[in-house]
């Protein structure tokens, strides 16, 4: 049975990443790519699905046994998982070197006192759990194939038994076991590395040689940080995982790297979030800039110049990790999901709907990079007019906001409000003499979305915004019209707001939801059934305060905030109240983003502890 949510580490190679569980159990990995197909699917099914567990050996009637404790070793995406035992004391360390090959899961064993029986018990599963691979030895190593797949098991333990490599590795219900003692000073490597099946075997790993180019790779990338506040571990901690859910080769980052993890446990609320939005990777991008990671903000404009390049008016709200358009939504009815939550998910039905919010995302990013100083592109300034002339066709439309809903379209005021931020900072682009455009009209154009959404998108008996034209209902985005600029923090319109999303979206722990649930098939979403607070949306709450002069409440809800993180600092989109545990998928970059934001909002306000 899979582990909680937060009972999972992240370790990851810049192309796709897997989850470890407290066990030792690797859960979930996806060969070669985030959204390739799962070789361990065990997360959203059983061990039947998938896994690949190291630890202490037990009975097989007992559960494998939980680290005594882990950590990352230093700021790294190093996994260090330690047991004590009665035979001794032993650590795991599980790593994916940053690639220039082969993809590789790597775990050293170190026996650091005694002599500790231990277990490699290696379960592949090709095709999220549904394909058992042709598993034999060549030259002397293990490998399993099926169709385009292969995936090599090496190990030096074998080294070490010599004669008794037959009784140390063995077959046994489809499920490949190493057994053997670790001691004091002793060191072993287990590697699993990916390549396609008609191409020659991988080279030998080495261990010991990747651990230390890991460690640099680290080290190197942690030094660039420009931020040094009071919060800089949480910081670093965020920072590491946005690094580790951005695709190397092409500059794309992944809203999280699994897929169907619910929103709510036993609901349907379960999506793929292993593509990238243009939403989360902008906000992504403006967290990077801030605090130091100009390459890897320039890598992800290169990405989405490549993405949109020849169809700028038909602008998705997503990609694939290369820019891929065709995002078909399927179910997997062989999985029954991560605690019976089913359906499980892959692809993304939401890749084709209308967001108007996203042409204001996209041109913020844009223009933060313009103004820190990015080299300049002259296509991204024309696919910057290009966006905005498509916008003042269409900025009136009912679309499906934020959220994705999947019921009828509405006019959002968050899209309204985006919407005036695309048109406001393209403006400020042309006044810059760094672009040409009609500029008399789009002040005009920019006058006319702020004056439709302060008469059609605020209630004045209420004295708040509401979700939609119309409505009666809140809608946390709301919480970011003073974030952009749209109106000031000190309008009593934003003041109101913010009080009535407190009073009316908040949790009995004082977490911010999206907006509301309803019992029955009868919410704006169009789907049945609840969900969780949504971190990014706390998030938000927390700037907000602090906006408004209200900063000790601001820092007392960012560090109640902190505490929701597991014990390795990580994040997954939603908190469930009621059960206290995370839900949704993990680690979600759209959570770990705006704890940056807050970070640095409450660092420059001198609102944090002593």
């Keep these: 049975m899979a582990g909680r949510i937060e009972d999972y580490a992240l370790i990851g190679d810049m192309q796709t990443a897997a989850l470890v569980c407290r066990d030792g159990t690797v859960d979930w990995l996806c060969l070669p790519r985030f959204d390739s197909q799962a070789i361990f699917a065990g997360l959203l099914g059983t061990e039947d699905h998938g896994f690949w567990r190291v630890g202490p050996a037990h009975a097989p009637e007992a559960a494998a046994p939980a680290a005594t404790r882990r950590r990352y070793r230093g700021d790294s995406l190093v996994l260090e998982s330690e047991w004590d035992t009665p035979e001794g004391t032993v650590r795991v360390t599980d790593f994916m070197p940053p690639r220039d090959g082969a993809p590789q899961v790597i775990r050293i064993v170190e026996g650091v006192s005694g002599k500790v029986p231990m277990r490699s018990a290696l379960r592949m599963r090709f095709s999220y759990g549904r394909i058992v691979p042709w598993v034999h030895r060549r030259n002397g190593r293990l490998v399993g194939i099926a169709g385009p797949d292969s995936v090599w098991f090496d190990t030096d333990v074998l080294e070490a038994a010599g004669e008794e490599d037959d009784l140390t590795t063995f077959g046994q219900d489809l499920t490949t076991y190493t057994d053997f003692d670790v001691s004091e000073g002793d060191r072993f490597g287990f590697t699993l590395s990916w390549q396609p099946s008609h191409k020659e075997p991988p080279p030998l790993p080495e261990p010991e040689q990747s651990l230390a180019a890991t460690d640099d790779f680290w080290r190197e990338w942690v ?206 682009l042309v006044e810059s003499g760094d672009a040409e455009g009609p500029l008399e009209r789009w002040r005009e154009l920019r006058d006319d979305i702020h004056r439709d959404v302060c008469e059609k998108g605020y209630d004045p008996e209420r004295n708040t915004f509401t979700q939609s034209y119309g409505s009666q209902e809140l809608d946390a985005s709301l919480l970011l019209i003073p974030q952009v600029g749209f109106l000031p923090p000190d309008d ?79 994040l997954a989109e939603e908190w469930d109240s009621k059960h206290q545990r995370q839900v949704g998928n993990f680690p979600q970059a759209f959570s770990h983003v705006p704890l940056i934001d807050t970070a640095l909002r409450l660092t420059a306000s001198g609102a944090y502890g002593g």
């Excluded at 609320?269 to 403006?286: G, K, M, P, V």
């Excluded at 966006?387 to 499906?400: M, T, V």
Aim: a negative charge; one cysteine or more; hydrophobic letters at 40%.
């Design 492 to 570: 009593k319109r934003v003041i109101g707001t913010i009080e009535a999303i407190q009073r009316e979206l908040s949790t009995p722990d004082g977490f911010i939801l999206r907006y509301p649930t309803h019992p029955g098939e009868d919410n704006v979403d169009g789907l049945a059934g609840d969900e969780g607070a949504f971190l990014a949306c706390s998030f938000w709450m927390a700037d907000d305060l602090a906006m408004i002069g209200r900063v000790d409440e601001a820092r007392r809800l960012f560090e109640k905030l902190l505490s929701l993180r597991n014990d390795l600092g990580l």
């Design 223 to 428: 030094a660039l940080c420009t931020y040094h506040g009071p919060y800089r571990e949480a910081v670093i901690r965020s920072l590491i995982t946005l690094k580790a859910l951005t695709y190397a080769p092409t500059g794309g980052i992944v809203a999280a790297p699994t897929t169907s993890l619910p929103e709510e446990i036993g609901g349907v609320r379960n999506w793929d979030y292993r593509y990238t939005w243009l939403r989360d990777a902008a906000i992504t991008l403006s967290s990077l800039l801030r605090t130091g990671y100009r390459e890897e903000a320039r890598a992800w404009r290169e990405w989405l110049l490549r993405a949109v390049a020849g169809d700028p008016e038909n602008l998705q709200i997503m990609y694939g990790i290369a820019g891929e358009r065709e995002l078909g939504e399927a179910e997997l009815d062989w999985l029954p999901g991560y605690e019976n939550s089913a359906p499980v998910r892959v692809g993304n039905g939401a890749a084709h709907q209308l967001q108007l919010d996203v042409y204001g995302e996209t041109i913020e990013a844009l223009h933060l990079a313009h103004m820190t100083g990015l080299s300049r592109n002259d296509y991204a300034s024309q696919l910057q007019l290009k966006l905005i002339r498509y916008l003042e066709n269409h900025w009136n439309q009912p679309d499906e906001g934020i959220w994705e809903v999947r019921g009828p379209r509405r006019h959002f005021v968050h899209s309204k409000v985006m919407a005036w931020v695309a048109v406001d900072r393209t403006i400020k």
